[in-house]
């Protein structure tokens, strides 16, 4: 497991590496590399360069082609460089190849976003679901941790190399090795559900209360936005993954309380792995009566990120409950200004805010909101509109004491 991870002691040097293809253009390949630069230096890596190459899709066998693959190694070696990252998950073959040519640590996007949540994890069920997700993901790459036992006997391990004597057991250490790990992860499993347990019972214990999810991507200010509504000290920094574990704290606005939730953030090409290990999590978002899906309108592509969160809810089973778009981060928000004789189209990066708040969001009426937590602008326009939904919703599933509710404001007045 240490194999991939990036200690927070040394600041490496790394370059990032990307493909170009057909699915996936120019502009999108370098957002996506401008995201991977922010995940490396959040795991305490420093990016000195990046590297893309056009492919119709990855090589099989290398990842990038093989000149490309020699530029890299080139480069690696003039700098000296200590890791390489890539932006895709990269099968065992490719890792076991790649590491071959270069001879330096390789990581891929799924193995650095492992790394980032293994700094992140605080408490035990954080812990649980991460360990699980890394065996899951070291599991069919096994083999690579025993290519040592290969270089010693001077051969490839076939029948004419020269690995007599390390050949039998090699692979009787790696069946022993997969054995331990799927034990491991068994074992990991029950502890996972037993705290599923333990968090279920919590849940039905906290009461009747209208529940409110805060949903979106990471780093768009979900946890600045809890502390603001619920006025607690939820952990919150400029770095992606600030929050693994979910946060639940009771809000009251106007005599009305509603128990409010901070879950961890999405990202793009998340590992099925970790989502899978931290459905669990995210049991407070299944089990929300109302989501607040949190949009940080300052980064160009908030409309794609909108999309992973919307995808990663229906993996999730979240999908399709009541949803308040807030779009944060208006104080950051920035346009390219157009010249007079620029005939080109109008698009969301060359609209004013303003512009911007008139078109398909500024639609969805009560259920779009534009604030900036940092700042506090329209906070209070927020807590209003919260309160009125989660009003409602009270009214819907417990109408009786909507009626006492009525009738002790009407004596106050």
Known sequence: MKDFIISQAEVETTVLVA???????????LEYLDELEFLAETAGAEVVKKFTQRLDSAHPVTY???GKLQEIKEYVEEHEIGMVIFD???SAKQLRNIEGELKIKILDRTSLILDIFAMRAQTAHAKTQVELAQYQYMLPRLKRLWTHLERQGGGSGSARGGSVGLR???ETQLEMDRRIILGRMALLKEQLKDIDRQKSTQRKNRGKMIRVALVGYTNVGKSTLMNLLSKSEVFA?????ATLDTTVRKVIIENLPFLLSDTVGFIRKLPTDLVESFKSTLDEVREADLLLHIVDISHPGF???????NKTLADIEGAGKPTMIIFNKIDAYTYIEKASDDLTPRTKENLTLDELMKTWMAKMEDNCLFISAREKINIEELKRVVYDKVRELHVQRFPYNDFLYQTYEEEEE
């Open 237 to 241: 920094e400029n770095k992606l993954f």
């Open 19 to 29: 493909l170009i293809t057909q699915t996936q253009d120019e502009r999108k390949t």
């Open 303 to 309: 409309e794609e990120q909108i999309e992973v969160v």
């Open 88 to 90: 895709d998950e990269l």
């Open 168 to 170: 039998g057991p090699g």
């Open 64 to 66: 990038v082609g093989k």
